[in-house]
């Protein structure tokens, strides 16, 4: 074998192992690039998982008091009519509209830095429904909230409407959260 064909061997494993190098280091490179975005989704679906038990412990505690209200003040509607005025004093354990705080802000972080992206798009839907519902129960509240301090629910009938919105959305809500934790998995995996 010849000189030039020699170094022509050469210079081909050369060549061989260097792209053969590059593309092991592309695949390392690709698989701690999966192996980050899958303990970043653990820990997102770790934080909603907190986030949605916290705020469905916080809802629960306000139904039976919406239900209590909404029954006191269907019984005085009967009694006195839905047009009689209402007075927040002539209810025993009335104590304001007790909106519940209900957070999002680690759904909203899971969206922003895309650790949703490799999530299972059923489990993705059902937390997006499920947030859907709890914005949408929060706008009902603000509705009332702004109609009451504006003078507007005024009357046994409009705060019978309210507390009855305030339960009846709010067991709807309290049913998707039991639903997105079920859907959840145990521990973020």
Known sequence: MSR????????LAE???IVVGVFLGLAANEWRG????????????RSIRQEI????DELRAKLPYYAEMRASLARAAMAQGPGAPFDKW???GYTGFSVPLLRASSYENALAI????RADYG???RLARTYMLQREYGDALDLYLAAFLNGRLDTLGDQGVFFGAAHGIGSRLATAYEEALAALPPGGE
């Open 114 to 117: 895309g650790a949703m992206a």
């Open 53 to 56: 038990t916290e705020n469905r």
């Open 34 to 45: 999966r192996v980050a975005e899958r303990a970043t989704l653990a820990q997102a679906l």
């Open 15 to 17: 060549v061989l192992l």
């Open 123 to 125: 489990l993705s839907d």
């Open 4 to 11: 030039n064909q020699r170094s022509f061997g050469y210079l």
């Open 90 to 92: 002539d209810y025993e």
